[in-house]
């Protein structure tokens, strides 16, 4: 169903219709009404089908060209007394993953403590990264919320300045947003800062404990912020994730390694998972059985993963 080019980027398999609506080649799901320019010949009298290949850069008006797996990369740190950042090691992680099948890293996420971090520590952790994907070519999403807003704003403008490819933000963490205008209205702030540099929002319900309607919170934003781009949804509430990812012009990532087969097998088709920084063959083979119709693979290749994190967690 896909393949990549020397940097990286996804192609896509969709079938074009008469009326110029792209179709997912995979098992007779919608993907998104996406007008095309169509490359291939048609023959509309006729109302046959072709299947073409084009960018995910170029579907419909999408801000954000990535999706597919990404790992939430963890910061290494020397172990010393003052807890230094190990910045030397991030070019052979980076090098890691991407040998291993990973076009995408989250930097200062969950995974990576970014919240634990200091503005200057997470700005350095930034830099490395953005100096390491020049040679893996790399797509880098930066996580830069879980601080005070100026510092949020900081961090979002030196991000831009680095050149990364898209920004994820968590929403107020003290004075958290009880209703979608709200959160949107935070973001706006935080968009603000770079103003051309997609920009996601991190929905992680257990954590944050913001739990408004993420359906009509993406709709909402992409009407107010020219920048918003999508989410990452780490719930694992599937029927209302099977909503968000119907909403136009937006990218979401399932965050919960858990039930990757389940949300796959429902339309998502990008995630940003733990555990591809330690297993990633797992979450690779679930998405290509899903996208095969092998659901019986995808079923095992989940039983596998999900007892994997069990004996990753089971002690704390």
């Known amino acids: 169903m896909s393949s990549e080019d020397k940097l990286g980027v996804r192609y896509i398999k969709y079938v074009v219709d008469g009326n110029n609506k792209a179709y997912s080649s995979g098992p007779g799901r919608v993907i998104r009404y996406v007008c095309i320019q169509v490359t291939t010949e048609i023959d509309l009298a006729e109302k046959r089908c072709n299947v073409i290949n084009f960018r995910a850069l170029f579907m419909s008006n999408h801000k954000y060209n990535y999706s597919g797996m990404m790992a939430p990369v963890l910061t290494p740190f020397i172990n010393n007394s003052a807890q230094d950042l190990n910045l ?3 070019p052979k992680y980076a090098k890691f993953l991407k040998d291993t099948g990973i076009r ?3 930097v200062n996420g969950t995974s990576g403590e970014g919240m634990s971090l200091t ?3 997470r700005k350095a952790v930034t830099a490395a990264w953005a100096e390491a994907v020049k040679s893996t070519k790399q797509n880098l999403m930066v996580q830069i919320g879980g601080a005070c807003l100026k510092d949020v704003q900081e961090m979002a403008a030196h991000a831009e300045k680095l050149g990364v490819d898209g920004l994820l933000c968590l929403p107020e963490l003290f004075n958290s947003p009880s209703t979608v205008d709200e959160l949107v209205n935070y973001l706006s702030y935080v968009a603000e800062a770079a103003p051309k540099t997609p920009l996601l929002y991190y929905h992680n319900p257990p954590y944050t404990g913001v739990r408004v309607s993420i359906p009509k919170f993406l709709t909402a934003a992409s009407k107010k912020i020219p920048t918003f781009s999508g989410a990452k949804y780490t719930d694992t509430n599937l029927e209302e994730g099977s909503h ?3 909403v136009e ?4 990532f399932l965050g919960c390694d858990h039930v990757l087969a389940g949300a796959f097998t429902l339309g998502f088709d990008s995630a940003i ?4 920084n330690m297993f990633p063959s797992f979450s690779l083979n679930i998405l290509e059985a899903v996208e095969k119709g092998d659901t019986v693979k995808a079923k095992a290749e989940q039983r596998k993963l999900t007892a994997a994190i069990f004996a990753v967690t089971r002690n704390g």
Request: contains cysteine.
């Open 88 to 90: 030397s090691i991030i």
């Open 119 to 121: 503005v200057s520590e």
């Open 244 to 246: 968000c990812i119907l």
């Open 249 to 252: 012009d937006t990218t979401v």
């Open 104 to 106: 995408g890293v989250l």
């Open 273 to 276: 998972a733990t555990t591809l």
